[in-house]
């Protein structure tokens, strides 16, 4: 089996619903509502769901800030489990030692882009030498950093990550239930993401999670066996 993270969420009740259709982990992204990155909440908002779903699933902070101390103060505010840096920022390990030291406990997890390119191995081994968790997704055309893009990628590069670092690894991009079993025992990943196909789209616009996709999702990721092709 593998753990699920289901991206993002935008109201609490929204968010608990994924829980109980099975989502292990949640992900929930700061930014400007209608701006450049899809189902951005204000961070009151975002306070708002981590109270929700707090000890019933993991809860992630996408934060797209584009200044290392102002990411630092705001996982400070929210509190989150994990921090994903995948937009304006790539941590280093010096990021590292400083959210260790002032906001202990919080993981950080580092987003690899992933195409055709090979050379995503060598950034997802530098990557794990300092992140907790590295996150394999595939890169828009339309939304800057990494991720959101709906659509998979090379997975022999990410099965290839998979083997070399000694981090769990989420895969990304492009997931659904149709596809997740297939992703899971190709790459093998710790855990899987699904955004965009287990929404709800309208006028082009992410809106809101379709709770029976993201059921389906969850329950065929969590009864996967890998060792059966």
Known sequence: MAYTQIYSLQY??????????????????????GGKYPCAVTEEQAAEIFRAIDGLAVRILISVLPDPRDIIEQTKRLRPDVLHLCA??????????????????????????????????????YKASFADILILDSVSTTVPGVGAAGV???????AEIVRRVNVPVVEAGGLGPDNVAEAIRRIRPWAVDSLTKTSVKENGI????????????????????????
């Open 206 to 229: 992410l809106v809101r999670k379709d709770i029976e996709k993201v059921r389906e999702f969850c329950r065929i990721a969590h009864e996967c066996d890998p060792d059966i092709l």
């Open 12 to 33: 609490p009740d929204e968010a608990l619903d994924c829980v109980r259709a099975g989502a292990d982990r949640i992900g929930v992204l700061v930014g400007q509502a």
């Open 152 to 158: 998979t990628h090379d997975w022999a590069i990410d």
């Open 88 to 125: 304006e920022y790539d941590g280093t390990p010096e990021f590292k030692d400083l959210l260790n030291r002032e906001v202990p406990g919080v993981l950080l997890m580092e987003a690899v882009g992933v195409g055709t390119d090979p050379s995503a191995i060598q950034e997802a081994e």
